[in-house]
């Protein structure tokens, strides 16, 4: 502990130099002439490191400001690895390449939950775990049976999920690693059961109930599709291409859905409340709807012949290219090339999706046009998902259903690993507060409207005030 209080953090003389190659950042502050050592970590500093940097006893100290955390790690993990740069995507250290290949969704569900890949005994137990408790209590249909004909069922499946903590109350019991490790076989398990009860509703069909003969995609099949057939079986190349479409969507490190299930969780409610939450973060269209607007982009282009006035549009700002670029991934996509391989093999069952050929059509003129290619705009996942989920005769409203079934895995891992780490705390992000100053109230009687309206804040000197437990920790600005 220095003397400034900041444990591991030192406060230099100006004149003082580090060694090269020392694991630390030097930060000066031209205000006062400080110079400060912060020790890097993997990579990092920490934040709160920041908080020595000040002008004087009163200041709050520097704080690191960083809207959507685009250079911000707010944990650490073990789960999934990603190189944007490269175009790599790791559960656990296993190349997604080979998951989608060799495994099966199952299978990759239990690494991501227990950290290693199963012996055949390990699989059976986990396989049998899941399958018997696909089943819903009765009184969910009846919940489900409330919603209108017409309900969305991405609001369907998150009502659901959060009503699911009211029937199993154990649930809270978060620290016991038997009750968390039931709850994350049952939010497994019935995620199909209630994405499938979703569709069905809304077409006015029957529920059907699992089939535990079935493997975890044939049974979700069989859960969508069987009428009146005594026994339905998948046919096993569509049960494959799902297979390998729940892989791909299985995780991906800290998104907006899976931050927040970690926020949520970090207040330690029981599992089914963070779920809901993550359910809610995909249901907007910047994170789980992109498939369904990549599909409205090929059909507003229409034909082949359309691509060359649609890029020059695009070029010219007047379009969105969907279904291009990611936050993270600044080269092809791994999950796109998996899925674009798989796109043959399903069209072969279920007939060619015209759109396949604009969209293949519209990847080919993009990465040979340098405009595309400088900025580093790649297909994602998203560019060929929607046309196999229409293929395989899916409405577009159930897409994002679809992604949240896969990855619920992940969000119950990310959350499994955020309960057990020791350094998190309920998740609290301070603010720069830009608003008025203290002001008096004013009777109703003696206000003018907006001429009361104090000028904006925008480019005045922010001071901060200190604080601790109860108090408002926020920068706040000073005329």
Same mark, same amino acid.
């Given at each position: ?271 089914? *409340? /963070?779920? +809901? ?7 907007? &269209? =910047?994170?789980?709807? #992109?498939? !369904? ?48 391989? *798989? /796109?043959? +093999? ?7 999706? &015209? =759109?396949?050929?604009? #969209?293949? !059509? ?118």
């Amino acid at each position: 502990m220095t003397a400034n209080g900041i444990a591991g953090t030192t406060k230099a003389s100006s004149e003082a130099a580090t060694p090269v190659g020392s694991e630390t950042l030097t930060v000066v502050d031209n205000r006062t002439g400080e110079r400060y050592e912060l020790p890097i970590t993997n990579g990092t500093i920490h934040a709160s490191d920041l908080r020595q940097i000040k002008t004087g006893s009163a200041d709050f100290g520097i704080m690191s400001y960083d809207p959507a955390f685009m250079n911000t790690a707010s944990c650490t993990s073990r789960i999934t690895y990603i190189d944007g740069d490269a175009g790599i995507l790791e559960y656990r250290g296993y190349p997604i390449e080979q998951l989608a290949e060799k495994s099966t969704f199952l299978e990759v569900a239990y690494l991501l939950i227990n950290g290693e890949l199963p012996s055949r005994e390990q699989f059976e137990t986990w396989r049998y775990q899941i399958t018997h408790h696909t089943m819903v209590h009765e009184n969910i249909k009846g919940f489900m049976s409330g919603f209108h004909h017409d309900a969305h069922p991405m609001g369907m499946l998150m009502s659901t999920v959060a009503a699911l903590s009211t029937f199993y109350p154990d649930a809270h019991n978060i620290f016991s690693a038997e009750s968390r490790m039931l709850q994350t076989n049952r939010l497994i398990a019935k995620m199909p059961t209630l994405a499938a009860y979703a569709y069905r509703h809304a077409l006015g069909l029957p529920f059907v109930y699992p089939d535990n003969d079935l493997s975890y995609t044939g049974n979700f099949l069989n859960m969508l599709f069987k009428m009146s057939e005594m026994k339905y079986q998948p046919d096993p190349v569509i049960e494959k291409a799902l297979d390998v479409l729940f892989i791909l969507h299985a995780d991906h490190e800290q998104n907006c859905s899976t931050n927040a299930v970690r926020a949520i969780g970090s207040s330690q409610p029981d599992p089914y *409340s /963070a779920i +809901a939450g993550g359910i809610a973060a995909l249901y907007g &269209p =910047l994170h789980g709807g #992109a498939n !369904e607007a990549v599909l409205n982009m090929l059909r507003a282009i229409g034909s082949k012949n359309n691509i060359p006035a649609f890029i020059k549009r695009v070029k010219e700002g007047e379009n969105l290219l969907m279904g291009f670029g990611h936050r993270v991934y600044k080269n092809y996509d791994p999950r796109a090339r998996i899925v674009k391989a *798989s /796109a043959d +093999a399903v069209f072969d069952v279920m007939g060619r999706n &015209p =759109l396949i050929d604009i #969209a293949l !059509e519209l990847e080919r003129i993009a990465l040979e046009d340098d405009y595309f290619t400088r900025r580093r705009l790649y297909p994602n996942v998203d560019f060929y998902s929607g046309i196999i989920y229409e293929a395989m005769r899916l409405p577009a409203e159930m897409f994002t259903v679809l992604f949240a079934i896969a990855r619920t895995t992940g969000w119950m891992a990310q959350w499994l690993e955020l309960v057990q780490d020791s350094e998190q705390k309920i998740a609290r992000p301070r603010q720069v507060y830009l608003g008025p100053t203290r002001r008096d109230y004013v009777p109703i009687t003696r206000r003018r409207g907006k001429a009361d309206r104090p000028e904006p804040m925008a480019g005045r000197r922010v001071s901060r005030r200190g604080g601790g437990i109860g108090t408002q920790e926020a920068a706040r600005v000073t005329p």
